[in-house]
């Protein structure tokens, strides 16, 4: 069974600052992992995807994500946050099963404020 | 365009009335799922299904229902609602098999029971 834990369900930053969010796995199985983003009254939208090539991962909107399989972790960064950035991300990870089909376990998610 | 369209947006309703939420999805996506989200717990994986006429289980199915009659189609549907089912629920499909296939989610359905 794969499990994520997400540190911080509420993140401030400044416009400008560095953007971290915190995400940490367990799988028995190599993972695929995912953050998600979702704006207010809005569905999810993908953000990034690690699925075992290359470990930093670059996304949409300039953040990226570097797997780092001894530390179980896949933090979310962005090197100057904007006022847009403001959402809820979640953290993902994604196992296939012995009959292909994708099962994909969500974190509780960390909602970003953006200072101005 | 991709998408993946969920009706209604929002629905309130009384408990014990039967309801069906519709997901439809334009990409020809055998795997097909359901999630709540509800504050503090993320989404959980209510029922999927692999393809027509295959459905499972996810995380918490206990009081909802489901169907894949047509590739396109997955209905959720809640037989007798209970104050405990108000959350936002969230359609998604993708295709099966590959490595992390991208999960493309419908804008979600806003249930509130009373």
């Known amino acids: 069974a794969q499990s994520v834990t997400q540190l911080g369900s509420h993140v401030s930053v400044s416009e400008g600052a560095l953007v971290l969010l915190r995400c940490n796995y367990s799988s028995s199985v190599p993972p695929y992992l995912f953050w998600y983003v979702q704006y207010p009254n809005q569905g999810l939208q993908l953000l990034l995807k690690y699925t075992s090539a290359a470990t930093l991962v670059k996304g949409i909107n300039g953040f990226e994500a570097e797997f780092k399989k001894s530390e179980t972790s896949f933090h979310l960064t962005k090197p100057s946050a904007h006022m847009s950035d403001a959402a809820e991300y979640f953290c993902a990870v994604g196992v296939i099963s012995n009959f292909g089909n994708e099962k994909l376990t969500f974190g509780t998610g960390t909602r970003l404020t953006i200072i101005p | 365009e991709a998408q993946v369209t969920q009706n209604p947006r929002y629905l309130i309703t009384v408990t014990g009335k039967k309801l069906t939420v519709t997901c439809s999805q334009n990409m020809n996506h055998e795997y097909m799922s359901w999630y709540r989200q509800d504050p503090g717990l993320g989404l959980r994986q209510i029922y999927y299904?692999?393809?027509?006429?295959?459905?499972d289980k996810g995380d918490v199915p206990e009081g909802y229902k489901v169907s894949r009659k047509e590739k396109r189609n997955f209905p959720l549907i809640l037989e007798s609602p209970s104050p405990n089912q108000t959350s936002l629920y969230f359609c998604?499909?993708?295709?099966?098999?590959?490595?992390?296939?991208?999960?493309?989610f419908g804008e979600g359905s806003w249930l509130t029971v009373v």
């Open positions: 299904s692999m393809n027509v006429e295959v459905t």
């Open positions: 998604a499909s993708s295709f099966m098999g590959g490595t992390g296939n991208t999960i493309y």
